[in-house]
């Protein structure tokens, strides 16, 4: 009982981080199309579009190191909400886990047989007893059951598929926009990329669905700043 909470009370949070953090929206700045390389120029917003960023027609703005849109959390999944997101899929793909497992428990246990062996603490003899949780079981106790199973079931799937897409973006370094573009990410080791998508290195903080750390957002404004300086060193180099 005390792990399904946990489950679920860290799933949740995980949802509302991943829902209501900046995903890494990229500060507005105004540049010149034909003084500035393409690359560093956004066609939606016409403002500066850093490497690794990507414009989210949901959000309306670009963002950096964006994967995708989520409609589930309602956000963009980008270098501020990765972590959050991953921990979200992850948490509930456990308490999915342990439904059918904890479901599938009781079937098995009561088709084995519905009684349980209890030693009689005053007599000190063996007795049996139904089991609580196969006395009296009613047919609409039964459909729910079933029913609970076939729906954890589905998002056990559905999660596993999202964590395995994670995963082949966190292996490859290629967020999924980038996939779907054919374009690959540096390789580099995989702790690398984990420890730019938790901010940090291993600790027990990359479990838990805190805000962006110090050192995520000095990553973030160092990627800005070097591409405002590659914008306008192009643009010095053009006149």
Known sequence: MFLAL???LMA??????????????????SVQPGKTK?????EKTKGL????SHFCSRVGRVVLRMDHFCPWTNN?????TQKSYILFVTYTFMSCVLAVVSISSRFLSCRRS?????????????RYEFKPWCRNVSKLDLICCVLALV???????????MLWDQFRALYDNTPYIDRLQGRRGRKQPIRTTLRLVFGETFTWRWFVPLAPTLELRRHFAGIVKDSEECSLSSMIKLD
């Open 6 to 8: 946990f489950l679920h």
């Open 12 to 29: 949740m949070v995980s949802h509302h981080v991943s829902r209501t953090t900046d995903p890494g929206v990229v500060p507005f700045k």
């Open 38 to 42: 393409e690359r560093y120029i956004c």
């Open 49 to 52: 579009k850093p490497t690794g």
């Open 76 to 80: 963009t999944v980008g270098i501020y």
């Open 114 to 126: 519905r009684l349980r062996r209890v030693l009689d603490d005053a007599s000190n003899r063996a």
């Open 151 to 161: 729906l954890v079931l589905i998002f056990a799937i559905f999660t596993a598929c």
